[in-house]
């Protein structure tokens, strides 16, 4: 055993003999020895003065194939290590500075500090009646270096372990996180599992309260749903611009809102007006009281919609009242505009004795319109 241990030394030393900074994948690579190996000899030579490790680990992004389960993201963090000197007990190589053995060096994976995963399973556990976004987790860690990376990548493994409850937007293929992150609180291992779940739910819940908390399109949905049984118990419709309105996501996630809302409740119905208004309204409601709903949405869509049209054509009403109130052999005509709205344009001939030189002038009067 102690002939491998002393072999394993000699490959390593002898990888770095060139003082160029590898880290334990590098030799791997190079000595042909396996990882466990090669961790506790680089672990021994730098403790023993050996070697020098890099003050700080460092991070990479790595992207793992993982056949028919797809390729996964993760951060890994490492150190490199170089041949110490004989009378320097610290380098500086490409930015990264390289130190000898020093407990405050020491990694917390290696059991040298409290590590970043037993803090925030600690917060957890001792917040356990309250449910915490990732982001706040961080934060309120984030003078012990947590950073919401290192929350959720730590998350995972207690959820795993049946530590922690995790929620998110639920769809029918996965889980997505909320605007603040996931929402995460500690299970209660002393309880029967229904009911710390149970619990778990309740208390989250309460955080989400006043938020989404499922799917945005679902969410929509049954906000539709609702709007509508409160409409027919008041004995009336509800349009689809006061849908648009009231849910404020734009016109395009409001029909998509809406048809998905109609496919899943078939006691929804949607009625058209004038072959052009859409109201909705549930199958509850009465056919006398559906009538004459119906009846009284067409005098009101009469009434208003005809005040519309007459306040568009008055608008060239009033420029032709106006040209034949105050000029004098006026020719008056239209001319459309790039932008949609019209142009009036007036042409005036100025009688002789008005001015010293006969002359034609162009007046024009701007009357933007809102209907093309």
């Not at 004459?292 to 009403?317: C, F, P, Q, Y």
Request: charged content about 30%; proline content about 3%.
């Amino acid at each position: 055993m102690l002939v491998n241990v002393d072999r394993s030394r000699s490959l390593i030393l002898s990888a770095l003999s060139d003082f160029r900074p590898r880290s334990a994948r590098d030799l791997v690579k190079a000595t042909g020895l396996g990882k466990r190996a090669v961790y506790g000899v680089l672990a021994r030579c730098w403790r023993s003065g050996l070697l020098l490790r890099t003050e700080k680990p460092i991070y990479e992004h790595e992207r793992i194939f993982k056949g028919r389960g797809g390729v996964s993201r993760t951060t890994r963090p490492y150190h490199l290590y170089v041949l110490k000197p004989e009378d320097l007990d610290s380098l500086v190589i490409d930015g990264k500075r390289f130190v000898k053995y020093s407990k405050k060096y020491l990694d917390v994976r290696g059991g040298g500090r409290k590590s970043k995963a037993q803090r925030i399973l600690e917060f957890l556990e001792r917040h356990k009646d309250r449910a915490f976004f990732s982001k706040d987790i961080a934060d309120a860690l984030k003078s012990h270096g947590v950073k919401v990376r290192d929350v959720m990548s730590n998350i995972r493994k207690f959820e795993k372990k049946g530590l922690v409850y995790v929620r998110g937007y639920k769809t029918d293929n996965r889980q997505t996180p909320f605007k603040k992150g996931y929402l995460i609180t500690w299970l209660d291992q002393e309880k029967p599992r229904k009911e710390t779940i149970k619990e778990a739910i309740q208390r989250t819940d309460k955080v989400l309260k006043g938020r989404l908390a499922g799917s945005p399109l679902m969410e929509r949905v049954h906000r539709i749903r609702d709007i509508i049984i409160e409409h027919t118990q008041l004995k009336n419709l509800v349009s689809f611009s006061y849908l648009e309105n009231i849910l404020g996501c734009g016109r395009y996630k409001t029909e998509h809102a809406v048809m998905r809302a109609l496919q899943l409740y078939p006691d929804l119905k949607e009625i058209k007006l004038f072959n052009i208004y859409r109201y909705y309204y549930h199958s509850s409601m009465a056919e006398e009281d559906l009538k004459a709903t119906l009846e009284m949405k067409k005098n009101h869509l009469r009434v208003s919609k005809g005040r519309d049209n007459r306040i568009g054509h008055n608008w060239e009403a009033a420029a032709e009242w106006f040209i034949d109130k105050f000029t004098t052999g006026a020719r008056f005509w239209t001319q459309n505009h790039r932008a949609g709205g019209r142009k009036f344009l007036v042409e005036v001939a100025c009688p002789q004795e008005l001015k010293p030189h006969p002359r034609r002038i162009l007046c024009q009067a701007y009357f933007e319109s809102s209907f093309s």
